[in-house]
């Protein structure tokens, strides 16, 4: 099954979600009835990947429109929006989804309570086919980087699993893969909730490109013997000049390959592109429950009442980033010109195909 999927069983409409907190070893799915349980998923990270928790926001907002009985429908969508918005800080892609959302009831505002459930669960729908979409143009821009014999470094998760389907980080690897283009992937375990090892290894080994696992302070050796020629990451939010917040260690994955003069690549749908925001420096930081570092799948790792620090993400300046790949293309510096420009070609395409907002206020 996809990430995230929309289904409506007899009992009524529900939100299917991979349970990405059970993963390696269980293929759990998650089944929410209604938005607060889609809040939930978004905030445990049994949902996760700047993508997907977008996705999955929008359609916990038809949740919403759609169990909402119709004398409290506009109020149900408004709790919703606030409730989803407050789940996780970081990636801009949950506040687009959720503006789209607004925009779509908004533009049916005053219709008939089952023309604006239709409105908002075509609108999610819609959000979900896109994001695919772009998965599969970041695919085929990103994969001529990555050459047969290339060792390639990348972390935390930015594959099918934190997209609806195939990713973003991992889509140009599993499209030059496609094309039989042979490379390794050095995979970065990712503390502390170990993405790394226990999403992009199961994805990788399931789509058989070949990998090994790493801890995360193991990259500088391998890049200092010469086994790394790329390194490629997925981003949560990138500012207007280009700054990328990833998770926590990108930064200094971005220094170790500057060091190196191996490329660096970002790469990311252009609803992570934050206009808003000139600078990297604005955008805020999730701090996660501490008992995230200082356990181990509930084993406590560190003395008992030890204070521990838990930034899940991390900012690298866009001087370290040698492009970034997003379904528009691949965008060199200077980032604030080549951004702009591919969000503005990406936001007329969906106004074309119906409505949409880049860069909200939020
Ligand atoms: O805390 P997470 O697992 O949601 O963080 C995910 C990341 O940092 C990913 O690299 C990013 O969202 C890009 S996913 C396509």
């Keep these: 099954m996809k990430t995230v999927e929309w289904h409506d069983t007899p009992g009524g409409a ?58 409290t429908l506009n109020a149900t969508i408004q709790e919703a929006c606030g409730a989803l918005a407050k789940t996780r800080p970081t990636a801009v892609n949950l506040f ?85 283009t042979r490379f390794h992937v050095w995979v970065d375990e990712t503390r502390p909730f170990l993405q790394g090892s226990r999403l992009t290894a199961w994805e990788l080994l399931k789509a058989g490109i070949d990998c090994t696992l790493i801890t995360d302070n193991m990259a500088a050796h391998f890049m200092g013997r010469g086994r790394v020629q790329k390194i490629i990451v997925g981003a949560d939010r990138i500012a207007a000049n280009g700054d990328v917040a990833n998770k926590i260690g990108t930064y200094g994955l971005a220094i170790l390959a500057r060091e190196h003069s191996i490329p660096f690549y970002v790469a990311a749908p252009t609803s992570t592109v934050d206009l808003a925001l000139a600078s990297g420096d604005l955008i805020p930081i999730e701090e996660r429950d501490h008992t995230e570092v200082t356990q181990l ?55 074309l195909a119906g409505e949409g907002v880049h860069g909200a206020s939020r």
């Design 96 to 180: 687009w989804a959720i503006e789209r959302m607004r925009s779509a009831a908004l533009r049916v505002a005053g219709s008939a309570p089952h023309e604006v459930r239709a409105a908002l669960v075509d609108e999610a729908q819609r959000i979900a086919v896109e994001d695919e979409a772009c998965s599969r143009a970041i695919g085929a821009h990103g994969a001529a980087l990555f050459a047969e014999g290339d060792g390639v470094l990348t972390h935390c998760n930015a594959g099918g699993l934190a997209a609806v389907s195939y990713g973003t980080a991992l889509a140009p690897l599993r499209a030059a893969h496609e094309r039989g």
């Design 14 to 71: 529900e939100v299917w979600l991979i349970d990405q907190t059970r993963l390696p070893l269980e293929e759990e799915v998650v089944r929410c009835r209604d938005y607060t349980e889609v809040a939930h998923a978004i905030r445990s990270m049994q949902v996760r990947g700047a993508p997907a928790i977008g996705v999955t926001a929008a359609m916990g907002e038809a949740l919403a429109a759609v169990r909402a009985p119709d004398d």
């Design 297 to 351: 799948r509930g084993q406590q790792m560190a003395p008992l009442g030890m204070r521990a620090a838990h930034p899940a993400f991390d900012v690298t300046p866009h001087r370290y980033v040698t492009a970034i790949i997003t379904e528009e293309g691949v965008h060199g510096p200077p980032y604030v010109e080549s951004l702009r420009e591919a969000v503005e070609v990406a936001r007329g395409k969906t106004l």
